[in-house]
T-cell receptor, first 112, second 114 residues
Framework: DAKTTQPNSMESNEEEPVHLPCNHS???????IHWYRQLPSQGPEYVIH???SNVNNRMASLAIAEDRKSSTLILHRATLRDAAVYYC?????????????FGGGTRVLVKP | GAGVSQSPRYKVAKRGQDVALRCDPI?????LFWYQQALGQGPEFLTY????????KSGLPSDRFFAERPEGSVSTLKIQRTQQEDSAVYLC????????????FGNGTRLTVT
């Protein structure tokens, strides 16, 4: 499986944007970039995913580099509830059974 | 709406006991996954079902671990003769089964083996 590299932790102030980087230099042409987050004492939660173009949804935006070797998850206005571990994952999306392979993720701390 | 439900939420077992962990996926979800998460680590894949068929069990750490989904809905993860290293949170996830459909996770069962 292609690997991703993320910083161990990041801090942000409440109501400020958070930019979470992810490097995936060995990404293949058929890998989708998925982001999940895990709040304390909960299971992971889907955030967003994309292939080549930037993506926006109600939770976040995903900016994908032109060469696809890196991406950035953007939380536009961090709230205390956004404090979580954020996982960047590459996944083959063609088949239903393709599992998610989690790395260590980035622990985000939001300061009031 | 109802999400993925796991029970029990917490389980304490003495070393050597057998345990059974239950997962109720979202209704209509074809795919079901089990993950194990040690403290401070990311979840690790255990096994995958498509309906009642177990298509991938490559992540099961030993033959003491067994999973089933007999009617393609509820799933049970069984661990026989529990060991201390089995202490972890066990997460279940389900998805629609179409390519790219996101996984919906339950809140897990925290197993502590004493």
């Amino acid at each position: 499986d292609a690997k991703t590299t993320q910083p161990n932790s990041m801090e942000s102030n409440e109501e400020e944007p958070v930019h979470l980087p992810c490097n995936h230099s060995t990404i293949s042409g058929t890998d989708y970039i998925h982001w999940y987050r895990q709040l304390p004492s909960q299971g992971p939660e889907y955030v967003i995913h994309g292939l080549t173009s930037n993506v926006n949804n109600r939770m976040a935006s995903l900016a994908i580099a032109e060469d696809r070797k890196s991406s950035t998850l953007i939380l536009h206005r961090a709230t205390l509830r956004d404090a979580a571990v954020y996982y960047c994952i590459l996944r083959l999306d063609q088949a239903a059974g393709n599992k998610l392979t989690f790395g260590g993720g980035t622990r985000v701390l939001v300061k009031p | 709406g109802a999400g993925v439900s796991q029970s029990p939420r917490y389980k304490v077992a003495k070393r050597g006991q057998d345990v059974a962990l239950r997962c109720d996926p979202i209704s209509g979800h074809v795919s079901l996954f089990w993950y194990q998460q040690a403290l401070g680590q990311g979840p690790e894949f255990l096994t995958y079902f498509q309906n009642e068929a177990q298509l991938d069990k490559s992540g099961l750490p030993s033959d003491r671990f067994f999973a089933e989904r007999p009617e393609g809905s509820v799933s049970t993860l069984k661990i026989q003769r529990t060991q201390q290293e089995d202490s972890a949170v066990y997460l279940c996830a389900s998805s629609l089964g179409t390519g790219g459909s996101p996984l919906h996770f339950g809140n897990g069962t925290r197993l502590t083996v004493t």
